[in-house]
């Protein structure tokens, strides 16, 4: 398989997944080289082509998410809720309400069956969703804040 093979796999395998999630995802052109480069990997993985893996998307970087008066930094994956590692005093979040997980150098935030959902930017999760700078994150009736990622 040929890199210009590679590239258009990544591209339509992305857009493919962009246009699942409207709204949420930039076009190809406007992803960043990092997210550009894991689609590239992952495409490569599975198509069985090149050495390419997913640990070349680059290291991941750390979290910062702002939940009321509080600051905190992540480096891995870690779950929100009553007992989670991200506490929230929140009668209407459950005890392992959400996960924040690393991949591909980037940060996604998924729900753990919760009994009132987990929602980003206003709209309910149904599977994990990429995590930005400014996204606002509802567990429960607190609102977590990501201040960069």
Do not use: C
């Amino acid at each position: 398989m040929t890199s210009t093979d590679l590239d258009r796999l990544a591209r339509t395998a992305y857009e493919a997944h962009r246009s699942a999630n409207p709204g949420s995802l930039p076009s190809w052109e406007d992803a960043s080289e990092q997210e550009q480069k894991a689609w590239r990997a992952a495409v490569s993985a599975v198509t069985g082509q090149g050495d390419a893996t997913l640990a070349e998307a680059g290291p991941t970087q750390s979290i910062v998410l702002q939940a009321g008066n509080e600051t905190r930094v992540f480096h891995t994956e870690f779950t929100a809720g009553r007992q989670g590692t991200l506490v929230v005093n929140d009668e209407h979040a459950s005890s392992h309400h959400a996960l924040f997980e690393p991949a591909h150098g980037l940060w996604y935030v998924k729900d753990l069956g919760s009994t009132n959902g987990t929602w980003l930017n206003r709209r309910r999760l149904v599977v994990a969703q990429r995590l930005k700078k400014g996204d606002k994150i509802r567990i429960g009736r607190t609102v977590v804040v990501v201040v960069s990622a």
